[in-house]
């Protein structure tokens, strides 16, 4: 991998301030990120950009007043966020397993029905 003079000179800034690089790489550009010891955070010296990894680091990101922009967001959603089906659209799909079972297509309500489960369960 080539290492732009930008780059370079940033690493070299950082290095000599006692900052390590990490094991850990850029998941935008596979670059090594380096952990800034002030402030706790991983940065990538080639998107310039913080990596955030977890809720702590963002809340300290946002506690040091940066802006998403600044960021690289690899948190991973919590379960809890889930984005729930709308309730309309399940209603919709047993209206239209109804329909099926009354044309007698059963293999396609079966299936819809199939479909409400998974959607219902999330
Ligand atoms: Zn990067």
Not at 64 to 82: A, C, F, Q, V, Y
């Amino acid at each position: 991998m080539s290492i732009d003079k930008e780059t370079k000179e940033i690493i070299e800034k950082l290095l000599l301030r006692g900052n390590t690089l990490l094991g850990e790489t850029c998941p935008v550009c596979g670059f090594p990120l380096i952990y800034i010891k002030d402030i706790g955070l991983k940065f990538c010296p080639k998107c310039k950009k913080y990596v955030i990894t977890s809720e702590a680091d963002l809340e300290k990101a946002r506690s040091l007043g940066m802006k998403e922009d600044d960021m690289i967001l690899t948190i991973e959603k919590k379960e809890s966020k889930r984005r729930e089906p709308p309730k309309d659209a399940i209603g919709e799909l047993i209206y239209e397993i109804l329909k099926l079972v009354r044309q007698g297509k059963y293999d396609e309500a079966l299936i819809v029905a199939q479909i409400v489960k998974i959607l219902s369960s999330i």
